[in-house]
């Protein structure tokens, strides 16, 4: 296995292995919009996306990354990790994050931040292994059209 730079002949098997990593029960990824998302990543920070390859060029997992202004300084924030389910606990995605804060470090990047499944105990798991803690915040979201933004009639908000 080696790390090497995103490049994008390997969209379609990142594609793919996108929709297979992150499709659940409430989240169905197909191929092209998963291409779009990953296209978007690496089009702001190609410098921070890497694939894990074998000897005949084929995907085992992928990691985008881009750094990220903060408070706390400029960081590294992960938005995703996959890997094929064959190649998982093989020290794939460690070896793509290794490559990844190896860029931070020369970039003088200061930390790192990433978003996790909170319905799902791995990666969380491996992620505090990894020494990442809980910042206590709290994502949501809304479909547009479930949105309640109707002012109340007597001055309300």
């Known amino acids: ?3 090497i730079n995103f490049d994008e002949k390997y969209f379609p098997q990142m594609g793919e292995l996108f929709v297979d990593v992150f499709s659940e029960s409430e989240a169905i990824w197909d191929a ?22 074998d000897d005949r060029d084929r995907c085992l997992g992928g990691i985008f990354c881009r750094p990220m202004p903060y408070y706390q300084g400029v960081l590294l924030f992960v938005d995703c990790v996959q890997v094929r389910k064959d190649f998982r606990c093989q020290g794939v995605a460690t070896a793509l994050l290794q490559r990844a804060v190896q860029e931070a470090k020369k970039n003088g990047l200061e930390g790192i931040q990433l978003l996790a499944d909170a319905r799902q105990n791995f990666p969380q798991s491996w992620y505090r292994r990894l020494g990442f803690k809980r910042t206590g915040w709290e994502e949501y979201e809304v479909k547009i059209k479930n949105l309640k933004l109707a002012r109340k009639e007597n001055g309300g908000n």
């Open 1 to 3: 296995m080696k790390i």
């Open 32 to 53: 092209a919009t998963a291409i779009s998302y990953l296209r978007q990543n690496t089009s702001q920070s190609a410098g921070y996306c890497f694939v894990a390859v």
